[in-house]
């Protein structure tokens, strides 16, 4: 298989499992449209009214099906999000996204009248999300905002008369009249507060808190006939976090909540009463569920051709849900199959590129065995193994009883034996920091204060070879901290590889021939910075280089940069007297690289991957993008549902956090778009 049918590969596997995505995302939009029974209202003349998607359903209070028309036929622009009664008999519609109240008649289930209420400014944007409404015998509706943390109150007319307290609500769904005023629910605090029904003012209030079958408190109506002694006041929906699965409960005159049996596992919409007994729809079981007036779960509500079709839509709905999956799953294979042969493009490539031998005879760093390397870390950091023997100690005093002679005064020996140990550590830092200090002045210890630049010399040698020109040879390899990328001196040049998923990449080629001064102490050669002075490193190199700026860090060990200080002088003066110098970032700094280098990095910053896929580096760009299609999946596209679709409220850290992965993926992709590209050429 050659590198091309590789690369090809790839590029229809990423484009798959694009189609995957978006055939997966097209199928939860499908499945999100199937809602099943949910707006729920029963007449005065016991007709029940039923919303399923975007249809009217009339059933009789039998449950034999009466009519099922489209819900634009009643001249709703919507499906309706609720049905309430109103003391005139009429039947009022909401429908999300429009603050309007619709009065429909009840013989016809047509339009006859408009309702705008008139919201006072700071609620306005909140009218129209508000669903949940009720009214009053004298015609009066009050409104609780949701989202708004407001309940509102208006007259027939809509003409606006008062609002609940600001601060008073955390959320707000539920609300009923009572001979005591408006009953409503504060959503996230689990509470029930009675306000008076002209002023809005509370008059008391229910802490309800955590219970069974959900916490959160949700829709609910008033039972419509006075209730006799003991009988439930309203019938609530009580939600879980998710504000979608929760429970029925009923509320009586004492605030007392009772939860219904065989409630505790649905999706609950909406509840209304038919005489005696409460219907309530479920998203789950795509059913009207039933309980009697002595709180028995009854068989669901609608006879046999009700059950049929709310089945099939059930079923539909499965179906969709099912192909979600599966695309899902689809995607998941392609963008592992298309990283996996994007990787094997740089394998391949190397596999049928000749093997070039690379001479480190000159090496100045030594190369030493895995054993020698590992004595040499013990000898230089073996001490901090001693801050294991407190724990150590710590989980062998029960085998070894020193817990059971200690008895009671175990916990204030274990406290004591910690805060000296601790100290200890402390006072022992400096003596600990000197020791590593002389150690690393010993040219023994180099291999292991450079293990990172040899480990990657040894991992990115045919890198490395295919940089040098003929006649070039490697004379050292080390890091230069801080920083991600590591570096080789050559006979020519100083060569900076930034590490990458698959192969380094040149980032810097610096002639030695344009080298100006080489120092190892810091502000030698560059204005010293006050944490340099601080920080006294004996392990510094300083670089300035004729046109560039210069370069300066640590490299670890203070025989590595007093070695690099003399042959990076020694060089720069043998080059410059051969030749004149040669300018190595004319190439890399021209306006066309670094206009490219800029439409890249912004790509990269714009779709995470876009950037490294017009680098032809396909591995980096299918990871990026597979990272970017996780985040958008799992954390935006719910956020923003929730968010357009406000059920329940989504908190400032939930967004910041979503919205910093979405940040900071866009920044790691267009940073090493804009590394990788090479500054300067061989």
């Excluded at 449950?63 to 499906?79: C, E, F």
């Excluded at 005139?88 to 603050?99: F, H, Q």
């Excluded at 300035?544 to 700026?549: M, W």
Aim: charged share 20%; proline share 6%; glycine share 8%.
């Amino acid at each position: 298989m050659t590198v091309r049918v590789l690369k090809a590969l790839a590029v229809v596997c990423l484009a798959l499992a694009i189609a995957s995505i978006i055939a997966s995302v097209r199928s939860t939009l499908r499945a999100g449209k199937i809602q099943g029974p949910s707006a729920l209202v029963v007449l005065p003349s016991g007709e029940v009214w039923l919303g399923v998607d975007d249809a009217l359903w009339r059933i009789s209070a039998q449950g034999q099906l009466l009519d099922a028309q489209p819900i634009r036929a009643t001249g709703l622009p919507g499906a309706a999000a609720n049905f309430v009664r109103s003391p005139d008999g009429s039947i009022v519609a909401s429908v999300r996204g429009d603050p309007t109240l619709y009065f429909l008649e009840a013989a016809n289930a047509r339009i006859f009248r408009r309702v705008n209420p008139q919201w006072p400014a700071e609620l306005q944007k909140h009218g129209a999300r508000a669903i949940n409404f009720a009214f009053d015998a004298a015609g009066r509706v009050a409104i609780a905002t949701g989202g708004g943390d407001a309940v509102a109150l208006f007259e027939p007319d809509g003409r606006f008369v008062a609002r609940s307290a600001p601060g008073r609500y955390d959320f707000t769904n539920g609300l009923w009249w009572s001979d005591e005023g408006l009953w409503t629910t504060d959503t996230n605090r689990f509470t029930l507060r009675v306000l008076d029904g002209a002023t809005l003012l509370q008059r008391r209030e229910h802490v309800l808190g955590e219970a069974v079958g959900g916490s959160y408190l949700g829709p609910a109506r008033a039972r419509p006939a006075p209730p006799g002694a003991g009988m439930p006041r309203a019938a609530m929906i009580r939600f879980q976090g998710d504000m979608t699965h929760g429970g029925v409960s009923l509320v009586g005159a004492d605030a007392r909540v009772t939860v219904l049996p065989h409630s505790v596992d649905m999706e609950p919409r909406d509840v209304d009463w038919l005489g005696d007994e409460l219907l309530a729809t479920d998203g789950l079981s795509f059913a009207v569920l039933r309980w009697s007036a002595d709180r028995r779960a009854q068989p669901p509500f609608g006879d046999a051709v009700v059950q049929q079709r709310l089945r099939a839509l059930a079923g539909e709905r499965a179906a969709l849900r099912k192909d979600y999956m599966r695309w899902l799953i689809a995607a998941c294979i392609a963008l592992a199959a298309g990283m996996l042969f994007a990787g094997l493009v740089p394998w391949l490539a190397r596999r049928a590129q000749p093997v070039i031998a690379l001479d480190l005879s000159q090496l100045g760093t030594p190369r030493v065995g895995h054993m020698d390397l590992l004595r040499l870390h013990l000898r230089l950091a073996g001490w901090l193994l001693l801050m294991a023997v407190p724990l150590l100690l710590i989980e062998l005093a029960g085998p070894l009883g020193l817990k059971a002679r200690l008895g009671d005064s175990w916990p204030f020996v274990l406290a004591g034996f910690l805060i000296a140990a601790a100290v200890l550590a402390l006072l022992s830092i400096p003596w600990l920091l000197r020791r590593i200090k002389r150690l690393s002045r010993l040219p023994e210890f180099e291999p292991a204060l450079n293990q990172r630049a040899m480990l990657q010399l040894k991992a990115q040698g045919q890198v490395v070879a295919r940089t040098l020109r003929n006649g070039e040879q490697v004379l050292e390899a080390f890091s230069l901290m801080p920083g991600q990328a590591w570096w080789v001196l050559t006979s020519q040049r100083l060569l900076a590889f930034q590490p990458a998923m698959f192969d380094a990449t040149v980032a810097v080629a610096h002639e030695l021939s344009v080298v100006r001064g080489v120092a190892t102490e810091p502000g030698k050669v560059v204005p010293k910075a006050w944490w340099q002075r601080a920080a006294g490193d004996s392990a510094w190199l300083e670089v300035t280089i004729e046109g560039q700026s210069p370069l300066a860090g640590s490299v670890g060990s203070p025989v590595l940069a007093a070695r690099l200080a003399q042959r990076i002088d020694a060089l720069a003066a043998a080059l410059r007297a051969q030749a004149p110098p040669r300018s190595p970032a004319a190439p890399g700094l021209g306006a066309d690289r670094l206009a490219r280098r800029r439409r890249r990095f912004i790509a990269s910053a714009l779709l995470p991957g876009l950037g490294q896929w017009q680098q032809r580096r396909a591995g980096e760009a299918i990871a990026f993008v597979g990272a970017w299609a996780v985040t958008v999946i799992f954390g935006s596209f719910p956020m923003l549902w929730t968010l357009v679709e406000p059920f329940t409220g989504v908190s400032a850290i939930d967004v910041t956090v979503v919205v910093s992965l979405h940040l900071m993926l866009s920044a790691l992709a267009a940073a090493d778009a804009w590394r990788s590209e090479a500054l300067a050429s061989k």
